[in-house]
């Protein structure tokens, strides 16, 4: 599965220059050039990191990381030509996890991703297959089997499945995975995300009515429940 990046930036062609490159790494990336199209960008997508400019045509990229930090824990690594000492505090005090001074190189900018990346995900150069009782879920390949025969999940399905594997045994509130798996500004209702818990089941569990692996926490939102 390839890891999905938002640029935020005012600069199309540095931006342009930054996703060629870091697709040709294979990230997955997505860009937007003001805050207005970043929430819309937000509103309907999910992403494993962000990269954000502070001087915005509509907004301050700090304005931007403060209200995104308010439903979201996605990295975001600040990417800036302002450079003094109170700018980068004050960008790593209200949630960002990195500060990039422009000018940067490429390789300087693809190690401070992959590092953060790993530090966040684990993710790295090998596949990750998560294997519990007759399931197993290829996170990289997007493919999951049942005792051993392929089984079909839509996209969000997926997306979902796969974030219940990378947090196995803890109970993930329902506002944070309509918020890590749907978008952080989605306006994705609850309901939704138990039709697709319920359709997850239906696919998965051998009694969908009492599930063995994807359990509801009262109260808090759902568990993938797994010895991995």
């Not at 978008?183 to 209702?189: L, R, Y």
Request: glycine share 6%; proline share 4%; hydrophobic share 40%.
């Amino acid at each position: 599965m390839k890891r999905k990046i938002l640029i935020i930036d005012d600069d199309a062609d540095l931006a342009m220059i930054i996703s060629d490159m870091l697709e040709d790494h294979g990230y997955d990336v997505t860009y937007a050039g003001n805050s207005t199209d970043a929430f819309d960008l937000l509103e309907n997508n999910s992403y494993h990191l962000i990269l954000l400019d502070i001087n915005l045509p509509d907004a301050l990229g700090f304005d931007i990381c403060r209200e995104l930090r308010c439903v979201s824990e996605v990295p975001v690594i600040f990417a800036s030509a302002r450079t003094s000492e109170t700018d980068r505090i004050t960008g790593l005090d209200i949630g960002g996890d990195d500060y990039l001074p422009k000018p940067f190189s490429m390789k300087e900018l693809l190690s401070h991703v992959n590092a953060l990346m790993r530090r966040t995900y684990g993710f790295g150069k090998e596949d990750k297959t998560v294997k519990f009782g007759n399931i197993s879920v290829d996170i990289t390949a997007r493919s999951v089997t049942k005792n051993g025969n392929a089984v079909n999940l839509s996209l969000r399905e997926f997306d979902l499945l796969a974030y219940l594997c990378e947090h196995p045994n803890v109970a993930i509130p329902k506002d944070k995975l309509l918020s890590e798996v749907w978008g952080a500004f989605s306006a994705v209702e609850p309901t939704t995300l138990a039709v697709h818990i319920r359709w997850l089941r239906e696919k998965l569990e051998d009694d969908p009515a009492s599930p063995v692996y994807i359990k509801t926490v009262y109260k808090v939102g759902y568990m993938l429940e797994a010895e991995i």
